[in-house]
């Protein structure tokens, strides 16, 4: 099986759950999107909402795709920038926990933490403050983290520094590894277009995006989304919900419906369906495959509250996706 090996914004998820939307229009975020905080604003968050029910886990969109991807059995390895305090302590145990090689770099900042704020309807919406992960840099970036692996798993978040983003597309494509990138978020998408443009044409092989997304950075709908990512990567993949997800790669298109579900809450769904599609893609799986593995894990993290599964969901988990092999 091939290695792959996840860069993100390192984080610690506090996930938050909600009686009402009342809460984001005091705190002035829109539903559904990732605001980047400061640490004050980050702290307003937290106290405002100090009376709801909470949870803590390791976060950061790849930091999700890579921990499921171990808990399934591939081999797997992190880079991200923790400080040296509690949070980082935790974020770097519960990836080992998993199963995940850490390469995380430690620094005197606080560890980055993302308040998720999950509404009735399972919409989440995320204040972050990268805190440590912002210190990632392109002089962290060297040749040496890639040996060993095949693919390179990005979060679109990391696009704010176009630097440190390009500097490790660039030498995991001279280390000869495919390169995987998810989109993150439409307001992402939106505030760094033509950037991002540049990066999928010049280094991406395979490119995930929600439905919001996929319109941000083409303009277009679903479908006709898919067909113009598809021109400028090798596998476009395009998520719309409930109505499953479209797979294309040269003349190959796909269309997957999702599993039958009681959805509470939305966070780590994409996340967790790259996870099951790159597992298909490293045991050499057709994208049917591939689609149906990501369709099952997201399925699955939606019916729980955060991005993590307990081990009896796991155990479900593994056998669905052994019925693929």
């Avoid at 590894?177 to 989109?183: G, P, R, V």
């Avoid at 596998?235 to 040269?250: H, L, P, T, Y």
């Avoid at 699955?300 to 669905?320: C, F, H, L, P, S």
Wanted: proline content about 2%; hydrophobic content about 40%; overall charge negative.
């Amino acid at each position: 099986m091939a290695k792959i090996i996840a860069m993100g914004n390192a984080l610690v998820d506090i996930m938050t759950m909600l009686n009402d939307d009342q809460v984001l229009d005091n705190l002035n975020l829109p539903k559904g999107s990732m605001q980047l905080v400061d640490l004050e604003t980050s702290k307003k968050v937290q106290e405002f909402t100090g009376n709801l029910s909470k949870s803590l886990a390791s976060g950061g969109s790849a930091a999700n795709t890579i921990r499921s991807m171990a808990v399934l059995g591939a081999q797997t390895g992190y880079l991200g920038k923790i400080g040296r305090d509690e949070m980082g302590k935790f974020f770097a145990q519960d990836m080992l926990k998993t199963g995940v090689t850490p390469k995380l770099i430690e620094t005197d900042t606080p560890t980055g933490i993302a308040v998720a704020l999950v509404s009735k309807d399972s919409e989440r919406t995320f204040a972050t403050h990268l805190g440590a992960a912002a210190e990632l840099t392109p002089q962290d970036i060297t040749p040496e983290i890639f040996d060993g692996f095949d693919i390179l798993h990005v979060e679109g978040y990391l696009i704010f520094n176009n630097e440190l983003i390009e500097k490790a597309m660039q030498t995991a494509k001279e280390c000869g590894l495919t390169i995987s990138l998810d989109l993150a978020s439409y307001n992402v998408v939106e505030a760094n277009l033509e950037f991002l443009k540049y990066l999928v044409d010049k280094y991406v092989d395979i490119l995930f995006a929600n439905e919001e997304e996929a319109k941000a950075f083409t303009g277009k709908e679903p479908e006709e989304a898919l067909e113009m990512i598809s021109k400028v990567c090798d596998i476009a993949i395009v998520k719309v919900g409930e109505d499953g997800s479209f797979i294309k790669k040269g003349i190959f298109k796909h269309e997957e419906g999702v599993i039958k579900v009681k959805p509470i809450d939305s966070t780590g769904a994409g996340d967790n369906y790259a996870a099951g599609f790159l597992y298909g893609i490293m045991n050499n799986w057709d994208l049917a495959k591939c689609a149906k593995a990501g369709a099952i894990l997201a399925g699955n993290v939606i019916e729980v509250i955060g991005a993590t599964m307990d081990e009896k969901r796991w155990e479900r988990i593994k056998t669905e996706i052994k019925k693929l092999q």
